[in-house]
């Protein structure tokens, strides 16, 4: 066989097996590279604006943060997110709306109805949930709707494998991105809607926001001694009697550690049942309620909670509990709002050291910027001060 001849069959065979590993509607390499070095936030947003290369079928590819290849379809026009809840918020910020979007998960749908965010895009309300019910997938419903791509959490175990066997173009997002670090996370999301969406419409700008609030706030909490950081405990789930609360390696962690305080469950790893005995021990000096838990810090107030006395605690004594907002999505997890959520979370804990920062106006200037909103007073209280009811289903369950 002669030079030309060796070169032709070389070529045909490559194109072959290119043809054979690809998918109907999308392709998906599980292979994992090897681990690189953690990059910069600066590094990670430029490697995002020159990702999305085109492939040799003519459509992009772009890796997800299960580290799969994944090829795109030259149009997306209908979406559909899974088991990641708190995306939808940071899709309709990206895009501007619900555009293309034609799925959600049932507890995504719960969450978005006692947000903020039908305020601000009334017809997400309208969007299909019947295909993900009580945490399970019905792939053939999912398949009937024809999606063009559909967004999935990388750990949902199994998830992938089906919506792959189905035919389906499937790009992951993780919810641990930096370690649980809520900003890094949502800056994360952002670069892959980048990636699957080049048409950004409401963040820009969103990123470096981001980033200074995070440096004004750790610029001065990174200076505190031990001695003046608060013992915080962030009360994370409540139910069937079982107190959960956040320990190391998970959200309420980096927030805590984030602004200034000492997170009383440093010992525990992430969300880890705990007892009304230990939280004495711990004699916290402030209590933060996160938005899955049902709690109000009435509650904790009053005393009204069958089963669990909380008048010895500090943080109750001295009316030191403090519910999360509840903005476009739960604050807790990363969400549209982690940029702003900042300021919140350093002025519970650290009040002094952050009371020049107008929380009212930060709020009212994020949603005027990136959703396009003008929030008036009556609406900040009600992100403030969410109701019970917004910790979804689970809530009925706990204890009274």
């Avoid at 309208?126 to 019910?133: L, S």
Wanted: charged share 25%; hydrophobic share 35%.
């Amino acid at each position: 066989m002669n030079n030309l001849n060796r070169r032709q069959f070389t070529l045909l065979s490559g194109l072959s097996l290119l043809s054979l590993g690809t998918l109907s509607a999308c392709s998906v390499s599980g292979e994992k590279e090897a681990p690189k070095e953690e990059e910069k936030p600066e590094e990670k947003k430029e490697s995002a604006e020159a990702s999305g290369e085109k492939s040799t079928s003519g459509k992009r590819t772009i890796k997800d943060h299960g580290d799969n290849i994944v090829e795109l379809p030259e149009k997306i026009e209908r979406v559909v997110i899974t088991s990641i809840t708190p995306l939808p918020s940071v899709y309709c910020m990206y895009r501007g709306g619900v555009e293309g979007l034609i799925g959600m998960s049932s507890s995504a749908m719960a969450a978005a109805k006692n947000s903020y965010l039908p305020n601000i895009y009334p017809e997400i309300a309208d969007i299909r949930t019947d295909f993900y019910q009580g945490g399970k997938l019905n792939i053939e419903e999912l398949v009937a709707m024809k999606p063009d791509v559909v967004l999935y959490r990388v750990n949902s175990e199994g998830e992938k494998e089906l919506l792959e066997k189905a035919g389906l173009c499937a790009v992951g997002f993780s919810v641990t991105l930096g370690k649980f670090n809520c900003l890094e996370t949502f800056n994360g999301w952002l670069d892959l809607l980048r990636q699957i969406f080049p048409e950004e419409k409401n963040t820009k700008g969103v990123y470096e926001y981001g980033q200074k609030v995070y440096k004004e706030i750790t610029d001065k909490t990174s200076k505190l001694s031990d001695e003046d950081k608060p013992k915080v405990l962030a009360l994370h789930m409540c139910a069937n009697g079982i107190l959960k609360c956040s320990g190391s390696n998970f959200f309420g962690d980096w927030w805590i550690n984030t602004s200034g305080g000492v997170n009383v469950a440093a010992d525990l790893k992430g969300p880890a049942e705990i007892s009304m005995e230990q939280i004495y021990q711990w004699n916290p000096d402030k209590i933060i309620i996160n938005n899955f838990c049902s709690f109000l810090p009435e509650d904790l107030y009053e005393n009204n909670l069958e089963g669990l006395d909380w008048r010895p605690v500090k943080a109750v004594q001295n009316k030191e509990v403090y519910k999360v907002p509840l903005g476009t999505y739960r604050w807790f997890p990363p969400s549209s709002d982690t940029p702003v959520a900042l300021y919140w979370f350093a002025k519970t804990i650290q009040p002094e050291l952050f009371k020049d920062v107008d929380m009212d106006q930060e709020l009212k200037n994020y949603f005027k910027q990136y959703y396009n909103f003008d929030l008036n007073d009556e609406e900040l209280q009600k992100i403030y001060n969410p109701p019970r009811e917004a910790a979804g289903n689970s809530w009925k369950k706990e204890a009274k």
